[in-house]
């Protein structure tokens, strides 16, 4: 069983100076996909596109740009979960889950484990005179596959904050921020949601955990975070961390510790080869793990030569991929 997950980076149908049409786009991202021959493929960024029927009040969207670059692959049947807002898919960065095999059950969460936080910015320009709500800006997608001996798969994909610093108000003109404590504010608050995503995430797995002690589970997708950093240390629950032995069969493995050090990167910046796409599975799935890879051979510097790494058809992500003998 092969095991994915790629952040195709802003699918979506129009072009313009900055960006590729869906059409330069379908040839070359079917061929990733082709190449991925998954069995389970976790996206991120796949964007709605609104139908007919849409209106500000009652939003009415469909998946069509990707169901056109999985037209005529394995996936175009493949059963499908995805992220949604008044029942149908957001607008932008939504998460989808394909699967060969049923999906039993799909359920999403943001700020359902964890209530808002509250927060007063600092250097808001005019101050906030009072703590205003902090929420996460994309939903935790979390699917129950049933496998063919019958046991059940738990699929979480995410998609945590980006590394951009978060809007202060009366803090930035464009792309520029007028002080660098403005920024710096910004950047915590980003680093805020990030981890508080991986933190819900970590609570819906020990709930998992809780209703059964051998559960399969695949925690996947752009964490924008590297190895050792919080969010990943967050959810991972390693014994070094909890100093509680019984808490070993708990504990989430990254399947990144099988790649060589030379190919374990999924993102460039700057010529800075960076992991920020990951998989994290239980112990039981462990026993079954075979091997894992990076297939980025063809991925480009998404900081350079461009302003807008937009230009570029490819994804500024390259697909990870888990091998399984199950």
Same mark, same amino acid.
């Given at each position: 069983?092969?095991?994915?997950?790629?952040?195709?980076?802003?699918l979506?149908?129009?072009?313009?100076?900055?960006?590729?049409?869906?059409?330069?786009r379908?040839p070359?991202?079917?061929?990733?996909?082709e190449?991925?021959?998954?069995?389970?493929?976790?996206l991120?960024?796949?964007?709605?596109?609104e @139908?007919?029927?849409?209106?500000?009040?009652?939003p009415?969207?469909?998946?069509?740009?990707l169901? @056109?670059?999985?037209?005529?692959?394995?996936?175009?049947?493949?059963?499908?979960?995805?992220?949604? @807002?008044?029942?149908?898919?957001y607008?932008?960065?939504?998460?989808?889950?394909?699967?060969?095999?049923?999906?039993?059950?799909?359920y999403?969460?943001?700020?359902?484990?964890?209530?808002?936080l509250?927060?007063?910015?600092?250097?808001?320009?005019?101050?906030e005179?009072?703590a205003?709500?902090?929420?996460?800006?994309?939903p935790?997608?979390?699917?129950?596959?049933?496998?063919?001996?019958?046991?059940?798969?738990?699929m979480?994909?995410?998609?945590?904050?980006?590394?951009l610093?978060?809007?202060?108000?009366?803090?930035?003109?464009?792309?520029?921020?007028?002080s660098a404590a403005?920024?710096a504010e910004?950047?915590?608050?980003?680093?805020?949601?990030?981890?508080g995503?991986?933190l819900e995430?970590r609570?819906?797995?020990?709930?998992?955990?809780?209703?059964d002690?051998?559960?399969?589970?695949?925690v996947?997708g752009?964490?924008?975070?590297a190895?050792?950093?919080?969010?990943?240390?967050?959810m991972?629950g390693?014994v070094e961390?909890t100093?509680?032995?019984?808490l070993r069969?708990r504990v989430?493995?990254?399947?990144?510790?099988?790649?060589?050090?030379? @190919?374990?990167?999924? $993102?460039? $910046?700057?010529?800075?080869?960076?992991?920020?796409?990951?998989?994290?599975?239980?112990?039981?799935?462990?026993?079954?793990?075979?091997?894992?890879?990076i297939?980025?051979?063809?991925?480009?510097?998404?900081?350079?030569?461009?302003?807008?790494?937009?230009?570029?058809p490819?994804s500024?992500?390259?697909?990870?991929?888990?091998t399984?003998?199950?």
């Open positions: 069983m092969r095991i994915a997950t790629f952040n195709v980076e802003n979506d149908t129009p072009a313009d100076e900055t960006n590729p049409s869906l059409n330069q379908v070359i991202l079917k061929a990733a996909f190449r991925i021959n998954a069995d389970i493929i976790c991120q960024e796949v964007h709605g596109q @139908t007919s029927a849409h209106t500000s009040h009652n009415s969207r469909v998946l069509s740009a169901d @056109t670059v999985l037209a005529g692959t394995q996936y175009e049947h493949y059963h499908r979960a995805f992220t949604k @807002t008044q029942n149908t898919p607008d932008k960065r939504n998460l989808v889950i394909l699967s060969k095999f049923e999906i039993e059950a799909e999403q969460y943001r700020n359902d484990h964890i209530a808002k509250s927060y007063r910015k600092v250097t808001a320009n005019p101050p005179m009072e205003k709500d902090l929420s996460w800006e994309r935790i997608l979390h699917a129950k596959l049933l496998l063919p001996d019958g046991s059940k798969l738990h979480i994909n995410l998609h945590l904050k980006s590394r610093a978060s809007k202060v108000a009366g803090q930035k003109n464009g792309f520029s921020w007028h403005g920024w910004g950047y915590f608050l980003s680093s805020i949601k990030r981890v995503q991986a995430t609570i819906l797995v020990d709930q998992i955990f809780d209703a002690p051998d559960a399969k589970i695949v996947c752009d964490f924008n975070a190895p050792g950093e919080v969010p990943i240390e967050a991972t390693a961390n100093n509680n032995l019984n069969d989430l493995i990254s399947c990144s510790r099988n790649i060589a050090d030379s @190919t374990k990167f999924s $993102h460039l $910046h700057h010529g800075q080869k960076n992991l920020l796409d990951h998989m994290l599975i239980s112990q039981s799935l462990l026993t079954c793990f075979i091997s894992a890879e297939h980025n051979e063809n991925l480009h510097d998404e900081s350079l030569p461009f302003s807008y790494d937009s230009k570029y490819e500024d992500h390259a697909p990870f991929i888990a399984f003998n199950l």
